[in-house]
């Protein structure tokens, strides 16, 4: 059984910094594309950043240059967030898709994802 599990979430004021990370099992991270996605209500899933193999990794022209995605281990996947602002504000999760999406572009839809976890909040505020 695949399970992602975040954590890592909570309120920071603007400017500052949270590192998110996701436990996973029950499957290869190096043979996924894994990637954030955050959601506001009313809204649809955005991807936020994505890691190939290889330390392939692609990001969302809003978080570019603030946001770091990277393998800590065969199993645990970070989001390093800096500079956050109140537009960053969302329901952060974790999404393993097939391998290709990551270098084709298409990561950045939700649409394809294979697992999600179950999300961690994040709150900015000016």
């Known amino acids: 059984q695949v399970q992602l599990v975040e954590s890592g979430g909570g309120s920071v004021q603007a400017g500052g910094s949270l590192r998110l990370s996701c436990a996973t099992s029950?499957?290869?991270?190096?043979?996924?594309?894994m990637a954030w996605y955050r959601q506001v209500p009313g809204k649809e899933r955005e991807g936020v950043a994505g890691?190939?193999?290889?330390?392939?990794v692609t990001y969302a022209e809003s978080v570019k240059g603030r946001f770091t995605i990277s393998r800590l281990s065969a199993e645990k996947l970070q989001l390093e967030m800096k500079s956050l602002k109140p537009e960053d504000t969302a329901m952060y999760y974790c999404?393993?898709?097939?391998?290709?999406?990551?270098?084709?572009?298409?990561?950045?839809?939700?649409?394809?994802?294979?697992?999600w976890g179950q999300g961690t909040q994040v709150t900015v505020s000016s």
């Open positions: 890691l190939g193999r290889d330390q392939y």
């Open positions: 999404a393993a898709r097939m391998l290709y999406d990551c270098y084709s572009g298409s990561w950045q839809s939700m649409n394809g994802v294979r697992y």
């Open positions: 029950g499957m290869q991270m190096n043979m996924h594309c």
